[in-house]
């Protein structure tokens, strides 16, 4: 009996190596997806565990995998339980970060594009999708994530160690809680910034994340510096306006990022377009495509195109972002869609990194 089971093993196995991950390029059974095969009588069933929860293609993949075994002479009933485990980072082996397994710098050239909006949005949209996820605003100067979050007063210490607040499914820390009203400016030089941001980063109990989702400055500093070199970043995502000139600018952060070996994981067209209220007609009021031209460009994927849509930017006041807000709004589906495209890119970068041996 158990060698005819395992024969039926084989068998199930063989029709789901025709099942591959189309962002590894390789089939289910070779990555180790396939486990916990069940045969029982005409039954079949089998988990399919995927590198991250906001898989893009996870229905896809089910239904072809239980299709494919529905199919074999002598089955009735094939059911495939799709489970996901996000992979470490090969390089994430900072000691105070140890429960982090990925770290996703969100970047832009020049303030006003809606980096933060966007930043904020994604992890709400992961977050949502099963993973553990958790927010840094590493704006020192300008931090907006307290309202986009809805979060105010000081976080708690445990000792030397701060607790994140939580909102929105988020972990979530920015130097925008420590000070005593939100109109206080902070009046300091590169060097206080620069240890600030490290507080922010490293003396925090962020416990056990599959992403820590780092909202940057504008531009190019000693913020984008200090993470670059001080943890090994997973990659970063470049967000900027179709428009020529914030499309320049915007290159040039990434091309920082290249410089300081940080994998570019994509770029998001912000304010791509503005869809009316009344007719639904779709105007491209700062250009059309330009992000998209500039990453098949520079040969870096290109994430999406978000609208110029009110509903984002009145749920971000409202401190609550509109993916949960309205998660059946356009944006909210456009946003999503970019989430799960991210959370394969990071995939890909972790499964093409080679593990670096331990001396």
Known sequence: MNKEIDVAEERVLGELRKVRDPDLGKDIVSLGFVRN????????????????????????????????????????????????????????????????????????????????????????????????????????????????????????????RITPRESSGLKFMSMGLMVKTPDQPLIWRGPMAHKAFQQCLFDVDWGELDYLVVDLPPGTGDVHLTLAQSVPITGCVIVSTPQDVGLQISVKTLRMFEQTKVPILGIIENMAYYVCPHCDSKDHIFGDGGARRAAEQIGVPFLGEVPLDLPIRTQADAGVPIVIAQPEAASSVVLRGIAERLAAQISIQNYNTPVLEVE
């Open 37 to 160: 095969i069940k045969i029982e009588g005409a039954s079949v069933s089998f988990d399919i565990n995927l590198t991250t929860p906001a898989c893009p293609v996870k229905d896809q993949m089910r239904d072809e995998a239980e299709a494919l075994v529905g199919a074999l002479d002598g089955v009735t009933s094939a059911k495939a339980n799709m489970t996901a485990e996000v992979r470490k980072a090969p390089r994430m082996d900072k000691s105070s970060l140890a429960g982090i397994k990925n770290i996703v710098a969100v970047g832009s050239g020049k303030g006003g594009v809606g980096k933060s909006t966007i930043a904020v949005n994604l992890a709400t949209a992961l977050s949502m999708a099963g993973a553990s996820v958790g927010v840094l605003d590493g704006d020192i100067y300008g931090p907006t994530m307290p309202i986009m979050l809805g979060v105010t007063g000081p976080p708690d210490h445990v000792g030397n």
